[in-house]
Antibody, heavy 120, light 107 residues
């Protein structure tokens, strides 16, 4: 059974760096073809893809946010970490991590999401 | 970047109605198109992958079609539990874009 769970601060101040951790079980990020992605959703708005990391350490980023994002993995801990620099109130959103497979690049298992508010 | 549009942005239909949502890509994406259902306060759920393949466990009243730039998502007989927002998602060269969503309500 595949599960994912996001963790991190619920409140960050403008200009700070956000660090979110996705802890998963039921699969390994050392298995060929497997990936974990991050997607966010501002309150009342649409989903926005942020980043994706694959078993082979291939990393992809949203072009509009690439300069602010870093995605890394710790295979031994079954974790993926996303950092986003220079946070702004417009970055207030629910942040989700999700499991993916490179062949279809869909997100078939999702975490419950974590709401991050950016405010001074 | 590939942009995705969806129409309509919202719709109201009666139980048992056939509901159709369209998604258009700004350039040819072959069949690299997925559909998700999101209920309020919940994470999205994958329904259709590769434009027309039903995810395991998803009711057969949901279907998808299309290729290239134009795609369609259909609920053959709307049920009360289908009240949700539906999103398309494309992947091209491992860059991903979601559509703006279509909110489906019961009339």
């Amino acid at each position: 059974q595949i599960t994912l769970k996001e963790s991190g601060p619920t409140l960050v101040k403008p200009t700070q760096t956000l660090t979110l951790t996705c802890t998963f079980s039921g699969f390994s990020l050392s298995t060929s073809g497997v990936g974990v992605g991050w997607i966010r959703q501002p309150p009342g708005k649409a989903l926005e893809w942020l980043a994706l990391i694959y078993w082979n350490d291939d990393k992809r980023y949203s072009p509009s946010l690439k300069s602010r994002l870093t995605i890394t993995k710790d295979t031994s801990k079954n974790q993926v970490v996303l950092t986003m620099t220079n946070m702004d109130p417009v970055d207030t959103a629910t942040y989700y991590c999700a499991h993916s497979v490179v062949v279809v690049t869909d997100f078939d298992y999702w975490g419950q999401g974590t709401l991050v508010t950016v405010s001074s | 970047d590939i942009q995705m549009t969806q129409s309509p942005s919202s719709l109201s239909a009666s139980v048992g109605d056939r509901v159709t949502i369209t998604c258009q890509a700004s350039q040819d994406i072959s069949n690299y198109l997925n559909w998700y259902q999101q209920k309020p306060g919940k994470a999205p759920k994958l329904l259709i992958y590769d434009a027309s393949n039903l995810e395991t466990g998803v009711p057969s009243r949901f279907s998808g079609s299309g290729s290239g730039t134009d795609f369609t998502f259909t609920i053959s007989s709307l049920q009360p539990e289908d009240i949700a927002t539906y999103y398309c998602q494309q992947y091209d060269n491992l860059l991903i874009t979601f559509g703006p969503g279509t909110k489906v309500d019961i009339k």
